[in-house]
């Protein structure tokens, strides 16, 4: 069964710091780029970040450039999103996506999207 | 950036219409353009991509077209498990964005 799984939200101050997880299976995970994307509540969809498949690439969206670290460990199937500084306007639902081609192309269509996991920034 | 840009934000429908969204870019990007569906409380999932390609086990009443800057998401015979948000985005460049959305209601 392929599936992406996130964890690692929760409520947490503005200002602070929150590390969030996406755990693969199914699927040959070191093979393929990766994404976190977020939804804010009510609202439409937000592109975070990428790392590629062995992390020698990266980007961020200018909004948390700066603030959010985006890393995996292929030996264990995982992606992790550092979130430091932490503002209200952050307050989402944060999926892990992965792009459908193997390799070293980073940007493309999303084919699979965990469930996300929701981050409350909030006094 | 690339603006994603869809109309209308919401269509109200009936079980058996046809429905159309229409998705623009601020520029052209080819044919890198993806469609997702997103029903209430669940991730989106994907439903084409390159404008015009099924996801595998996407049922064919559902196609895509358009090329440079606009396209459009087709629903061939609307069935109540497609009333839902769906959204457009584009892969042409860093940063890939989505279209602000188009709920489709019951009417």
């Known amino acids: 069964q392929v599936s992406l799984v996130e964890s690692g939200g929760g409520v947490v101050q503005p200002g602070r710091s929150l590390s969030l997880s996406c755990a693969a299976s199914?699927?040959?995970?070191?093979?393929?780029?990766m994404h976190w994307v977020r939804q804010a509540p009510g609202k439409g969809l937000e592109w975070v970040a990428v790392?590629?498949?062995?992390?020698?690439?990266?980007d961020y969206a200018d909004d948390v450039e700066g603030r959010f670290t985006i890393s995996r460990d292929n030996s264990k199937n995982m992606m992790y999103l550092q979130m430091n500084s932490l503002r209200p306007d952050d307050t989402a639902i944060y999926y892990c996506?992965?792009?459908?081609?193997?390799?070293?192309?980073?940007?493309?269509?999303?084919?699979?999207w965990g469930r996300g996991t929701l981050v409350t920034v909030s006094s | 950036d690339i603006q994603m840009t869809q109309s209308p934000s919401s269509v109200s429908a009936s079980v058996g219409d046809r429905v159309t969204i229409t998705c623009r870019a601020s520029?052209?990007?080819?044919?890198?353009l993806a469609w997702y569906q997103q029903r209430p409380g669940k991730a989106p999932k994907s439903l084409i991509y390159a404008t015009s390609i099924l996801q595998s086990g996407v049922p064919s009443r559902f196609s895509g077209s358009g090329s440079g800057t606009d396209f459009t998401l087709t629903i061939r015979s609307l069935q109540p498990e497609d009333f839902a948000t769906y959204y457009c985005q584009h892969y042409k460049s860093y940063p890939p964005t989505f279209g602000g959305g188009t709920k489709v209601e019951i009417k």
């Open positions: 199914g699927f040959t995970f070191r093979s393929y780029a």
């Open positions: 996506a992965r792009v459908p081609i193997f390799g070293v192309v980073t940007l493309g269509n999303f084919d699979l």
């Open positions: 520029q052209a990007i080819s044919d890198y």
């Open positions: 790392i590629s498949y062995d992390g020698g690439f990266k």
